[in-house]
Nanobody, 124 residues
Framework: QVQLVESGGGLVQAGGSLRLSCAAS????????MGWFRQAPGKEREWVAA????????YYAVSVKGRFTISRDNAKNTVYLQMNSLKPDDTAVYYC?????????????????WGQGTQVTVSS
């Protein structure tokens, strides 16, 4: 089992920045990639970004590319999501997830472990 704990959400004005953190514990050695998803009220959960744990290769949804940066600290088993130039449309609950998949993981079904979510609210 892998446990994931997110932190860093909050309320920010449009154009501002937030950094989310996700600390992994447990059988973290089985994790091949970490990802961030988000779910806005009344909408489906969508993939935001992913990072391969060993290589550090990163992948982004078109909607956040150039504004969000995913990174990891291997020593701390922690992944981060730096969010800049935030827009009201970025308002959502953000979830951290861990995947044991050997390929690029952009679908929810590829992620085995999930955090509890953290609220991000961007005011206009």
């Amino acid at each position: 089992q892998v446990q994931l704990v997110e932190s860093g959400g909050g309320l920010v004005q449009a154009g501002g920045s937030l950094r989310l953190s996700c600390a992994a514990s447990g059988r973290a050695a089985s994790v091949r990639a970490m990802g961030w998803f988000r779910q806005a009220p009344g909408k489906e959960r969508e993939w935001v970004a992913a990072i391969r744990w060993s290589s550090g290769n990163t992948y982004y949804a078109v909607s956040v590319k150039g504004r969000f940066t995913i990174s990891r600290d291997n020593a701390k088993n922690t992944v981060y999501l730096q969010m800049n130039s935030l827009k009201p449309d970025d308002t959502a609950v953000y979830y951290c997830a861990a995947s044991e998949a050997l390929t690029i993981a952009t679908m929810q079904s590829q992620y085995k472990y999930w955090g509890q979510g953290t609220q991000v609210t961007v005011s206009s």
